[in-house]
Structure formats: C-alpha cells, structure tokens
C-alpha cells in the first residue's frame, strides 16, 4: 500500500471510530471536516503525503476559519486555494452552527494561525511542492468542537472518560502517520501537540519502534491568543527550528 492510500485509510477509520462517540454540555456542536470536507483533504494528502518525511507538524484540532472550511490542517483558504492549488468542494455539515457556518472556499474570514504557518512555509520554501517535499502537517484530532454561543471549545479541556476515548482513536491514527511518513523529526505545534506525539511514541506499540528514530519537539503556536506569536512568530519559529537543528538559521 503506498503512503498516501495508507494515510486515507487511517483518516477513515479515525472518522468512523469519532462518529460514535458523544460529546456533552458545554459542547452543542461537534464538525467534523473529515466528513464534510473530504474532497479537498484527500486531494491534500493524495498530492502532498506520498513520500516518507523529514519533518511532520502536528497541530491541535481544527479552527473556525481554517480547516473547518477548507478540511486542510491550519487550512486558511488563500493559503490552500492559492498556495497549494487545492479547491475541490466542500459540503455542509449535518449540523450547522448558526453562528460558525460552513461556506467552504467562498469564505472570507482568514485563518491568523493558518495565514501565519503558510506564509511562513511559502517564506521559507517558496513553493509548495518545495515544502512538502520533505515536510507534511497534520492535526491530532479532526473534530471542533462549539459551546452554545459558538465559542471554540478544545479538546484537552474533555472529561476524563471522554478525553481517553478519543486519545485512544487519535493516538492509533497518529502510530499508524508517523509509521507511514517514518520522519526525522515529529514536533509539535504547540505544548499540547507535543505532549501527543510523546504519548504515542512511549506508549503505542505499533510506533514504539519509530521513537528510536524519531526526534520530538515543540515550536510556537502561531494563535493570536498568544502574545509571544503576537510579537514576531515566523522569526520566533526560525530560531527554534535552528537551535534544534531542523534548519539552518534563516
């Protein structure tokens, strides 16, 4: 089975293991782009997942104005439509938040934390095909979650025994990525991300092989809500990427 097809294949059986479970108060809304907008992330992953990786990002979980719209991870729409030339449609979820709707690539809102890791991308490689010749980003887990008013509402902040079944279905899909993209480096964006793939590579059998040639670590998440990225986050991501060996200084 070649890398691609194997990433689909885990996406899928990710997206029917979530499907069955159930999320309570605050959480009235769950997406899932996985399901929705599966056009544009097979293209994604068909196009840019079929080679073995030096680096693999791993983000959190799906923004409002990112991949919620797109079903690209940190998907901000220009970056994906006219970066990397992806712009098969989307449908709309089964259930829509009045306030978060789905309008795909004919959204208008952009993504800071996506405009900001693309931009950084485009600075650094130029070209998507550059990039992603040696580089893939993925999100932990697939699914939004929103409270009544729209508010995003994250996934470490679960319920214990909801929070370990869906560790228990986004660690198998991340084993069974890292097996298939083998990288040098697996970081994470941001703690919590990090956090994830230690998990995985200490306590998953299927990728307990990997953590002997796989090297964890963490760069800056490029939120808004955090005034470090705030500050300068391309050039706070390029010095961590250098001390950590990653690249060279920029």
């Known amino acids: 089975m070649d890398i691609a097809t194997s990433l689909l294949n885990a996406a899928r059986t990710l997206s029917r293991g979530l499907a069955k479970l159930d999320f309570a108060a605050p ?36 923004g409002p104005f990112g991949m919620m719209q797109t079903g690209v991870p940190f998907g901000e729409v220009a970056a994906v439509r006219d970066w ?18 789905i309008d795909g690539f004919s959204c208008t809102r952009s993504e800071v934390s996506g405009r900001r890791l693309w931009g950084w991308a485009a600075a650094r490689f130029a070209t998507a095909e550059t990039f992603f010749g040696e580089w893939f980003v993925l999100n932990y887990c697939p699914l939004a979650f929103l ?19 869906l560790y228990a279905l986004c ?29 995985v590579l200490e306590g998953d059998e ?6 002997r040639h796989i090297q964890v670590g963490q760069i800056l998440h490029p939120s808004p809500a955090s005034p ?23």
């Open 27 to 62: 959480i009235t809304h769950v997406y899932n782009p996985h399901q929705y907008a599966w056009a544009p992330y097979e293209e994604y992953v068909t196009r840019f997942g079929a080679q073995r990786k030096h680096v693999v990002l791993l983000g959190m979980n799906p």
């Open 147 to 165: 409270e009544e008013s729209g508010r995003n509402f994250t996934p470490d902040k679960l319920p214990a025994a909801q929070l370990r079944d």
């Open 171 to 199: 660690n198998r899909h991340l084993a069974t990525t890292l097996t298939a993209l083998a990288p040098t480096w697996a970081l994470g964006v941001g703690g919590f991300a990090e956090k994830r793939i230690r998990a």
């Open 84 to 101: 990397m030339k992806i712009a098969a449609r989307t449908k709309a979820p089964a259930r829509m938040h009045p306030k978060r709707p």
């Open 228 to 250: 470090a990225a705030n500050r300068g986050w391309e050039e706070a991501v390029n010095k961590q990427l250098a001390r950590l060996g990653v690249l060279p200084p920029a």
């Open 206 to 211: 299927v990728a307990s092989d990997l953590a």
